[in-house]
Each structure stands twice: as structure tokens, then as C-alpha cells.
């Protein structure tokens, strides 16, 4: 049972659930936005062109109202209201995706630019450089020692 709740404490605080829960939450509020949006500025005008049809209220009585019976009706305004809503949402969420791959390929092409501008690190000397240069400290003692 110990082994069960690690593994799921591990997983709810990994940081790709937070993730996720962020994004379940900053979209819900987007999508309240984007309803606003569809229902007091964009579908006035187009009910206004179609005469001041109002997409909610379009429907078609299936049966009357008998009594203290409501009537059956098919709203089919309100499933044209979602399609509208759907397709804002998506242009909307196109358009987001689309700056944001903009600015990732700025911003990997800069990096790519900053790589290069970097000078390239110099060779590592050969055997026989290292040699000459053993060779050229041990002369050097030797002198030294011979002038004391």
C-alpha cells in the first residue's frame, strides 16, 4: 500500500501535472472569454443580418405545450451557437500556435546565431608540439642552473 501512494505522490508532483492543471485552467477561462466574445460581439451583428435572428432561440416545436406539459422542442439554435463558438475558439487557438512558433524559430535561430559567434575553442597540441615544449622547459632549466 506504501509502494501504491509513492507512486502517486510521485506522480501528482511531477511538474507535467502542474502543467496540465494550468492549462485545464487558464483554457477554461479562455473559453469563457471566447463565449463572451461569440455572443455579445459577434453574433449580434450576424443575427441583425439575418434579420435579428437570434441563433439561441432558433427551434422547432416537436409537440405543444399540453396543460402544465412544456413543449418539445429541438433547439437546434443552440447547436449552431456551438459550432460558431468551436470555430472561433479554433482560429483563435491557431493564431496562438502560429506566434508561438514564430517566436520559437526567433528564438532557436538566435541561439543558432549566438553558437556561431562563439570562436571555436583552439586545437589541442599535437605529441609533437607537447614534446618541443618539454623538450624547450628542460633547456631552459639546465641554462639556469648552469649560470648559478
Given at each position: 500500500?506504501?509502494?501504491?501512494?509513492?507512486?502517486?505522490?510521485?506522480?501528482?508532483?511531477?511538474?507535467?501535472?502542474?502543467?496540465?492543471?494550468?492549462?485545464?485552467?487558464?483554457?477554461?477561462?479562455?473559453?469563457?472569454?471566447?463565449?463572451?466574445?461569440?455572443?455579445?460581439?459577434?453574433?449580434?451583428?450576424?443575427?441583425?443580418?439575418?434579420?435579428?435572428?437570434?441563433?439561441?432561440?432558433?427551434?422547432?416545436?416537436?409537440?405543444?405545450?399540453?396543460?402544465?406539459?412544456?413543449?418539445?422542442?429541438?433547439?437546434?439554435?443552440?447547436?449552431?451557437?456551438?459550432?460558431?463558438?468551436?470555430?472561433?475558439?479554433?482560429?483563435?487557438?491557431?493564431?496562438?500556435?502560429?506566434?508561438?512558433n514564430v517566436m520559437?524559430?526567433?528564438?532557436e535561430a538566435k541561439?543558432?546565431?549566438?553558437?556561431?559567434?562563439?570562436?571555436?575553442?583552439?586545437?589541442?597540441?599535437?605529441?609533437?608540439?607537447?614534446?618541443?615544449?618539454?623538450?624547450?622547459?628542460?633547456?631552459?632549466?639546465?641554462?639556469?642552473?648552469?649560470?648559478?
Amino acid at each position: 500500500m506504501k509502494k501504491f501512494f509513492g507512486e502517486f505522490k510521485e506522480f501528482a508532483v511531477k511538474g507535467n501535472v502542474f502543467d496540465m492543471a494550468i492549462g485545464v485552467v487558464v483554457g477554461a477561462a479562455f473559453g469563457k472569454i471566447v463565449s463572451s466574445f461569440v455572443a455579445d460581439v459577434i453574433t449580434p451583428p450576424i443575427g441583425v443580418l439575418l434579420g435579428g435572428v437570434n441563433f439561441s432561440e432558433l427551434s422547432v416545436v416537436l409537440k405543444e405545450a399540453v396543460g402544465d406539459t412544456p413543449a418539445v422542442t429541438l433547439n437546434y439554435g443552440n447547436f449552431i451557437q456551438t459550432i460558431v463558438d468551436f470555430l472561433i475558439i479554433a482560429l483563435c487557438l491557431f493564431f496562438v500556435v502560429k506566434a508561438v512558433n514564430v517566436m520559437r524559430k526567433k528564438f532557436e535561430a538566435k541561439k543558432a546565431e549566438e553558437k556561431k559567434a562563439e570562436p571555436p575553442a583552439p586545437p589541442a597540441p599535437s605529441k609533437e608540439e607537447m614534446l618541443l615544449t618539454e623538450i624547450r622547459d628542460l633547456l631552459k632549466e639546465q641554462k639556469e642552473m648552469t649560470k648559478k
